[in-house]
């Protein structure tokens, strides 16, 4: 497997990761509301893998399970989703009897056989046992998502260079939030990038460069350059990716003053090499292309 595919199966474990959450929680809620039913708890486990934690199980086993490479951590988070599952799926099964097997009184005891009198009671026996369980595997599955969630955090700085990281963790804020509250966000962006939110931009901005979303990055790449005026490397970041966003926009003139711009700029030119070069090709394609627009303008005059 290559690296860029580790990466973003890395990335879809955490956001299936944090589907399960959500749908537990979910189904948490509707219990204590007295509406949970066999349909909904679907859609957090099945044995027929088009659930969330079934699909997280599978990730987990898929990476790490056979691997000689998978870390300690990622190791026992699959022993952990696995428990999860297997837990879970008693939840399920609990449901599912509640739901379907409950006797039915539609009619008068008095009208039933003793031998139908004795079975109706001792599935309503069972049924209150399954009752007990679910009540009692709903309130374990409490500190179960406590462990995954902090678990969840440390996979998270683990693949701290996953270029792919920044992004997934900028775009998902809101997400990661809610499963780690505020505090627990905050304290992760601290580990992870020394200046939080501003660190977190220009890393999510580079992951777009990277990946050749040249108007996303330089949105961000702008808003970092505002948030800190002594960040050179995002300021000429931000006149690289406006030159090839209006090249691709077929703006050629406005491309070709950030181009000049950025070549122009002081700093460091050993670190911006590759990009320096970029715009020098850049520069001679805008160079020819400028021409045939002041031609095209001269012959319409």
């Given at each position: 497997m290559n690296r860029s595919n580790i990466e973003k199966k890395q990335i879809d474990l955490i956001k299936e990761s944090i589907c399960v959450f959500t749908k537990c929680m979910e189904c948490r809620d509707l219990y204590r509301e007295g509406s949970l039913g066999f349909e909904r708890i679907e859609d957090l486990v099945d044995d027929k893998g088009k659930s969330c934690l079934f699909r997280l199980k599978e990730m987990c086993h898929d990476l790490f399970r056979n691997s000689d490479e998978a870390s300690y951590d990622e190791k026992l988070y699959d022993i952990t989703v696995g428990y999860i599952f297997h837990e879970a799926m008693k939840l399920r099964e609990n449901l599912y009897q509640i739901e379907y097997y409950t006797p039915k009184y539609g009619v008068d005891f008095h009208e039933l056989t003793p031998l139908e009198n004795k079975i109706v009671h001792e599935i309503g026996m069972l049924i209150q046992k399954a009752d007990k369980r679910l009540r009692e595997g709903i309130k374990e599955m409490k500190p179960l998502l406590n462990e995954l969630i902090e678990q969840m955090k440390g996979l998270i700085r683990l693949y701290k260079n996953n270029y792919l990281i920044p992004r997934f963790i900028f775009e998902n804020e809101k997400a990661l939030i809610k499963v780690f509250g505020k505090k627990g966000f905050v304290t992760l962006l601290r580990d992870m990038y020394r200046d939080g939110h501003v660190l977190l931009m220009f890393k999510a901005a580079?992951?777009?460069?990277?990946?050749?979303?040249?108007?996303?990055?330089?949105?961000?790449?702008?808003?970092?350059?505002?948030?800190?005026?002594?960040?050179?490397?995002?300021?000429?970041?931000?006149?690289?990716?406006?030159?090839?966003?209006?090249?691709?926009?077929?703006?050629?003139?406005?491309?070709?003053?950030?181009?000049?711009?950025?070549?122009?700029?002081?700093?460091?030119?050993?670190?911006?090499?590759?990009?320096?070069?970029?715009?020098?090709?850049?520069?001679?394609a805008l160079s020819g292309e400028i021409k045939k627009v002041k031609k095209a303008q001269g012959d319409l005059i």
């Open positions: 580079h992951s777009y460069l990277e990946s050749e979303y040249h108007e996303l990055a330089r949105d961000l790449f702008r808003r970092v350059a505002s948030l800190d005026k002594k960040n050179r490397q995002a300021q000429f970041l931000f006149m690289y990716t406006s030159a090839f966003y209006f090249y691709f926009k077929n703006r050629p003139i406005r491309a070709q003053s950030y181009t000049e711009k950025a070549l122009a700029m002081p700093g460091d030119h050993h670190q911006w090499a590759v990009y320096r070069e970029s715009l020098k090709k850049l520069s001679k």
